[in-house]
Structures are given as structure tokens and as C-alpha cells.
């Protein structure tokens, strides 16, 4: 039987709580793509002062911060951030995205080494978006304003408005693309957020989270990307609180407790959830569970543990893995990997639009509740966090350890790789429902599958139409027939009046899921 996704956030009664673990990754690096103009060094940055732990003194949390030399402060602009999986890039077209405030567009290499690129999406003639442009008969990424193409290096190839006889002004070094960093790895895109010459080749020292069992053939792996209209830090903390899941998401995500003898149990089904944090440092921490443990690793991923071994061999067992992606203040992407090595020929034969359907409808059924938080926490200030929230259970440890890593190594900082127009504490006023709850732009350009999928559903819809037009012109040019029968009249009507509301629910089934889903009130929960 198929169980929803999001249901790996939990604790099973079944089964151990199992995601992968972080490993080394294979020696041979693919698709590194190097530096050809350095951008601007990092903008300096002054911290705010850290907010008082309840439960910690003055003097104590002091001197934890004084510890925490200068080389110990978080590098947000040191890290290797994943950009899309690869299954929802296509090779015939440029993809652009904000990640950590820079526009970066992807494209693959066809006339290199048949390999992915990622380079600043600004044309160095006239800054035009290079996402917007296309791939040219040479395999080149072409800006469709003015013609320029560009190779895999990010060097300009082709000026269609310099004179062929004339200065070749297309090798001038400010006539090249900066080009990033990367690399796919357990098939998703990452880069590296710096072009100077010096990180050309900075695979050879530090790679990306990997994750030996997502290239093992005998998993499965279910994927998507969502834009979220929330901040790193909400998202984060969201994901790390498994106790909101059976209240903002009621009915949707099974959800297992703990024994608590002696406790009221309401509607919902919420209950004590026991954590231990450990190893807690710069790099991030891990959260020890009953089934199973979860780990943060800085400043993406969240992923859990190998499973047990049951009699010499590992039991069916989910991997629950996550990229929580800082787009600019105040927004976020969500990239999920969920392979499994059990019941396999179930999700292969389940059409990734509809999984990725159920998943949409579980981040819009809390997406108002967290745009609102933050905003909240905005006005108290991050720094005041720990005295703003009343977070007394163990259930809340998660959260509690990472707003601690955010405040002791990043002082309730992102390092954004370019000025921000808008600070983190400087959010724009709330949303709408309907914007907040908008899927086309945030998910399904990104996706191939719901494109893929709403292409298709469009033209069942126009054929719908076509037949319930068709069917009635049919009637008006029978009318009157003495061959047409009764019945045949009666059939044609009811073809028609089908064919026209089943358009008519196609319609509202397209807008509720590939363009804007309707109001989720919980209040009828």
C-alpha cells in the first residue's frame, strides 16, 4: 500500500525512522565547471546581538559565544548548494533560479563535454536575463536579445554585430559569462556560489552531502521542487518540527506517536515526541529518536540514518532526505528526495505529477500559518527568539537546536551573495491567500512531470469541448432525419452534456492544482 511522502517526516510504528547517511562521494567529479570572471568579494556584515536562552544564564551564554572564535563563524559562501535534480532540467533549454540572492542560470554543454554549466543569468552586453535565451545549432548558450553566444567556460564565441574582418572584440575578457563551480551528484545539480579563479577547482577539497544509497539501483526515487513564500529559517524550522504535522496537516500525513500511559488523547492524535540533540557544532547536529534519528547538516540538508539489520538483511525502509534551499529574505525552496527500496513497482507506475500533487497540498495546507510566523518573529527579533517563544517540551528540541546553531555560528544571519533590497527582518506586508497558495511559477514551470501533465490535461480539455460541439452540430444536422432514432438522439445529448462537464471539472481541476489551489481553512478540518 502507497503512503504519502510526507508521512517519512514521522516516527513509524512499523519500521525504524531510516534516512540515508552522509557519505564521501566518488573520486571522479562530474561536470566542474570553471572561473572566468571574479565577482565582487562577500560584503561585510555586522551581527546583531544573540538573544538570552531561558534556560541558560547571562554570563554562561557569553561565554559560550566568546568561544566561538572568528574562524568558527559559519560560511555561508563556502558551501556547495543544490540548484534542481536533473530529471526536471531539460538539456534543450537554459534554467534560471535565485539561490542565496544570486540569478544563476543552468544549461547543458552540448558542444563541450556534454556536461551541465552554471553561469550569473546577466548577457555581459547588455545584462539581459540568460535564462530566457536558448541553446544555438552549436550546442552554444545564445542570449535571444542580441545574439551573443557563449561556451561552457563562460567565454563569448559569437558578436553577431561585430564585423567579421574587424576587432575581435568577442575575446575581450568583458565579454565573458562568470562562470560557477559544479556538479551533479546522486543526480541533482549543485554549485558552488563563488567564480574566483582561486575556487576553480574547489570539488578537489570540499563536495557536496552524498548519499551512497541514491545511487543504489535497487531504490527507487521520487523527487520535486517547491518556491515557498517563507525564509530559510521558517522552513527549517518547520521541517524540524515533527509535532505540528497531525494539527496543520490534519488528515493528510499519517502520523504515529509514542506511548504517554495516563494522557488525554484528542481528535488529532498529538503526543509527546522524546529527542536527544547531539554532536552539535558548526556543521550542524543530530536528533536521536525512538525509530530513528534525524540529522542537520549545514546549511541545507536534513537527512536520517541507516537502517538496522533484521536477521543479517535490511528491512523495506524509506530514506527521508531534504534541501532546504535560502532563495532571498522572506523566500525558500524545498527540494525532496524520497527514495525507497521497497514496493517499487507501485511509484513507477504512479505518474510523479500526482505525488506531486499530494505534496503540494500538504505545504499550501501550512503555508499562510508559517508567512504570518515569520513576519511575527521578524517583529520580535530573531535575536529575542528564545524569549519570544515558550518552547518548554522535548518535542521542540529540533527546533530549539537549530535556531541555537543559527544564532552561535551565523548570528540570526544569511550572508546573501549579493546586497539584498530587503534585510531579513524587513519583510514585505502579508499576502494574500491566493498568492501564498500559487503553484504555477513556484512549482510546476520547474517540474517536467506537471508541465508534462498540464500540457496534456489542456488538450484533453479541448477535446472535451470540440466533442460536446461536435456532438451537438451532430443533433442540428440530424434533426428532422427519419433514420435518426429515438435513441441515437438521446445518446447524442448525453455525449454532448458529458463531454461538456467533464471540460467543465477538467477546468477547475487544472487551476485548483497547476495554478492557484483554493483556500485551505482549517477551521473545517
Same mark, same amino acid.
Given at each position: 500500500?502507497?503512503?504519502?511522502?510526507?508521512?517519512?517526516?514521522?516516527?513509524?510504528?512499523?519500521?525504524?525512522?531510516?534516512?540515508?547517511?552522509?557519505?564521501?562521494?566518488?573520486?571522479?567529479?562530474?561536470?566542474?565547471?570553471?572561473?572566468?570572471?571574479?565577482?565582487?568579494?562577500?560584503?561585510?556584515?555586522?551581527?546583531?546581538?544573540?538573544? !538570552?536562552?531561558?534556560?541558560?544564564?547571562?554570563?554562561?551564554? /557569553?561565554? @559560550?559565544?566568546?568561544?566561538?572564535?572568528?574562524?568558527?563563524?559559519?560560511?555561508?559562501?563556502?558551501?556547495?548548494?543544490?540548484?534542481?535534480?536533473?530529471?526536471?532540467?531539460?538539456?534543450?533549454?537554459?534554467?534560471?533560479?535565485?539561490?542565496?540572492?544570486?540569478?544563476?542560470?543552468?544549461?547543458?554543454?552540448?558542444?563541450?563535454?556534454?556536461?551541465? !554549466? +552554471?553561469?550569473? @543569468?546577466?548577457?555581459?552586453?547588455?545584462?539581459?536575463?540568460?535564462?530566457?535565451?536558448?541553446?544555438?545549432?552549436?550546442?552554444?548558450? *545564445?542570449?535571444?536579445?542580441?545574439?551573443?553566444?557563449?561556451?561552457?567556460?563562460?567565454?563569448?564565441?559569437?558578436?553577431?554585430?561585430?564585423?567579421?574582418?574587424?576587432?575581435?572584440?568577442?575575446?575581450?575578457?568583458?565579454?565573458?559569462?562568470?562562470?560557477?563551480?559544479?556538479?551533479?551528484?546522486?543526480?541533482?545539480?549543485?554549485?558552488?556560489?563563488?567564480?574566483?579563479?582561486?575556487?576553480?577547482?574547489?570539488? *578537489?577539497?570540499?563536495?557536496?552531502?552524498?548519499?551512497?544509497?541514491?545511487? @543504489?539501483?535497487?531504490?527507487?526515487?521520487?523527487?520535486?521542487?517547491r518556491d515557498l513564500p517563507y525564509g530559510y529559517g521558517t522552513m527549517m524550522e518547520n521541517i524540524l518540527d515533527p509535532a505540528h504535522v497531525p494539527y496543520a496537516h490534519k488528515g493528510m500525513v499519517l502520523f504515529s506517536t509514542?506511548?504517554?500511559?495516563?494522557?488525554?488523547?484528542?481528535?488529532?492524535?498529538?503526543?509527546?515526541?522524546?529527542? /536527544?540533540?547531539?554532536?552539535?557544532?558548526?556543521?550542524?547536529?543530530?536528533?536521536?529518536?525512538?525509530?530513528?534519528?534525524?540529522?542537520?547538516?549545514?546549511?541545507?540538508?536534513?537527512?536520517?540514518?541507516?537502517?538496522?539489520?533484521?536477521?543479517?538483511?535490511?528491512?523495506?525502509?524509506?530514506?527521508?532526505?531534504?534541501?532546504?534551499?535560502?532563495?532571498?529574505?522572506?523566500?525558500?525552496?524545498?527540494?525532496?528526495?524520497?527514495?525507497?527500496?521497497?514496493?517499487?513497482?507501485?511509484? /513507477?507506475?504512479?505518474?510523479?505529477?500526482?505525488?506531486?500533487?499530494? +505534496?503540494?497540498? &500538504?505545504?499550501?495546507?501550512?503555508?499562510?500559518?508559517?508567512?504570518?510566523?515569520?513576519?511575527?518573529?521578524?517583529?520580535?527579533?530573531?535575536?529575542?527568539?528564545?524569549?519570544?517563544?515558550?518552547?518548554?517540551?522535548?518535542?521542540?528540541?529540533?527546533?530549539?537546536?537549530?535556531?541555537?546553531?543559527?544564532?552561535?555560528?551565523?548570528?540570526?544571519?544569511?550572508?546573501?551573495?549579493?546586497?539584498?533590497?530587503?534585510?531579513?527582518?524587513?519583510?514585505?506586508?502579508?499576502?494574500?491567500?491566493?498568492?501564498?497558495?500559487?503553484?504555477?511559477? =513556484?512549482?510546476?514551470?520547474?517540474?517536467?512531470?506537471? =508541465?508534462?501533465?498540464?500540457?496534456?490535461?489542456?488538450?484533453?480539455?479541448?477535446?472535451? *469541448?470540440?466533442?460536446? +460541439?461536435?456532438?451537438?452540430?451532430?443533433?442540428? +444536422?440530424?434533426?428532422?432525419?427519419?433514420?435518426?432514432?429515438?435513441?441515437?438522439?438521446?445518446?447524442?445529448?448525453?455525449?454532448?452534456?458529458?463531454?461538456?462537464?467533464?471540460? !467543465?471539472?477538467?477546468?477547475?481541476? &487544472?487551476?485548483?492544482?497547476?495554478?492557484?489551489?483554493?483556500?485551505?481553512?482549517?477551521? @473545517?478540518?
Amino acid at each position: 500500500m502507497a503512503m504519502d511522502p510526507l508521512s517519512l517526516l514521522l516516527p513509524s510504528t512499523s519500521r525504524p525512522f531510516t534516512v540515508a547517511t552522509v557519505g564521501t562521494a566518488p573520486s571522479k567529479p562530474t561536470g566542474l565547471a570553471g572561473a572566468r570572471i571574479p565577482l565582487p568579494r562577500r560584503r561585510s556584515w555586522r551581527p546583531r546581538a544573540a538573544g !538570552r536562552l531561558p534556560a541558560v544564564s547571562a554570563v554562561a551564554r /557569553k561565554a @559560550d559565544e566568546a568561544s566561538v572564535s572568528s574562524e568558527e563563524r559559519f560560511d555561508w559562501l563556502d558551501q556547495w548548494y543544490p540548484f534542481a535534480p536533473v530529471g526536471d532540467l531539460d538539456p534543450r533549454a537554459p534554467h534560471g533560479k535565485t539561490v542565496l540572492g544570486l540569478n544563476v542560470v543552468a544549461w547543458y554543454d552540448h558542444a563541450g563535454a556534454g556536461e551541465w !554549466r +552554471v553561469f550569473a @543569468d546577466a548577457c555581459p552586453h547588455r545584462l539581459a536575463p540568460l535564462s530566457e535565451g536558448r541553446i544555438d545549432g552549436k550546442g552554444r548558450l *545564445q542570449c535571444v536579445y542580441h545574439g551573443w553566444c557563449f561556451d561552457g567556460a563562460g567565454a563569448c564565441r559569437f558578436v553577431p554585430q561585430a564585423p567579421a574582418h574587424g576587432p575581435p572584440v568577442h575575446k575581450n575578457g568583458r565579454a565573458c559569462v562568470a562562470s560557477y563551480p559544479c556538479v551533479v551528484q546522486n543526480n541533482v545539480l549543485w554549485f558552488y556560489p563563488r567564480t574566483e579563479a582561486e575556487f576553480r577547482d574547489v570539488l *578537489q577539497r570540499k563536495r557536496p552531502p552524498f548519499f551512497a544509497e541514491m545511487d @543504489d539501483p535497487s531504490f527507487f526515487t521520487v523527487f520535486g521542487v517547491r518556491d515557498l513564500p517563507y525564509g530559510y529559517g521558517t522552513m527549517m524550522e518547520n521541517i524540524l518540527d515533527p509535532a505540528h504535522v497531525p494539527y496543520a496537516h490534519k488528515g493528510m500525513v499519517l502520523f504515529s506517536t509514542e506511548e504517554d500511559p495516563g494522557r488525554y488523547h484528542d481528535r488529532e492524535g498529538g503526543n509527546p515526541i522524546k529527542m /536527544k540533540i547531539q554532536q552539535a557544532n558548526i556543521d550542524g547536529f543530530l536528533s536521536r529518536m525512538k525509530r530513528g534519528d534525524m540529522k542537520f547538516v549545514a546549511p541545507c540538508t536534513l537527512h536520517g540514518t541507516n537502517p538496522g539489520k533484521v536477521n543479517g538483511e535490511a528491512e523495506p525502509w524509506f530514506m527521508y532526505v531534504v534541501f532546504c534551499v535560502p532563495v532571498s529574505p522572506g523566500r525558500s525552496r524545498l527540494i525532496w528526495l524520497w527514495p525507497r527500496n521497497s514496493g517499487i513497482w507501485l511509484r /513507477k507506475i504512479t505518474p510523479q505529477w500526482y505525488s506531486h500533487m499530494l +505534496v503540494n497540498r &500538504i505545504l499550501d495546507s501550512d503555508a499562510y500559518l508559517l508567512h504570518v510566523q515569520e513576519r511575527n518573529f521578524a517583529a520580535a527579533g530573531l535575536d529575542k527568539w528564545h524569549r519570544a517563544c515558550y518552547v518548554p517540551t522535548s518535542s521542540d528540541a529540533m527546533v530549539v537546536a537549530f535556531r541555537n546553531w543559527f544564532r552561535k555560528y551565523c548570528k540570526n544571519q544569511i550572508v546573501w551573495a549579493t546586497p539584498q533590497p530587503q534585510a531579513d527582518h524587513q519583510l514585505r506586508p502579508i499576502q494574500t491567500m491566493d498568492k501564498l497558495l500559487e503553484r504555477y511559477w =513556484s512549482h510546476v514551470v520547474q517540474c517536467r512531470s506537471c =508541465s508534462a501533465a498540464l500540457k496534456a490535461m489542456r488538450g484533453l480539455e479541448v477535446a472535451l *469541448q470540440v466533442a460536446s +460541439v461536435a456532438a451537438i452540430g451532430f443533433l442540428a +444536422v440530424a434533426k428532422g432525419t427519419p433514420a435518426m432514432s429515438v435513441v441515437q438522439r438521446a445518446a447524442a445529448v448525453a455525449a454532448a452534456v458529458l463531454c461538456f462537464a467533464a471540460s !467543465r471539472w477538467l477546468a477547475g481541476f &487544472i487551476e485548483n492544482n497547476f495554478f492557484v489551489a483554493a483556500p485551505y481553512v482549517h477551521a @473545517d478540518k
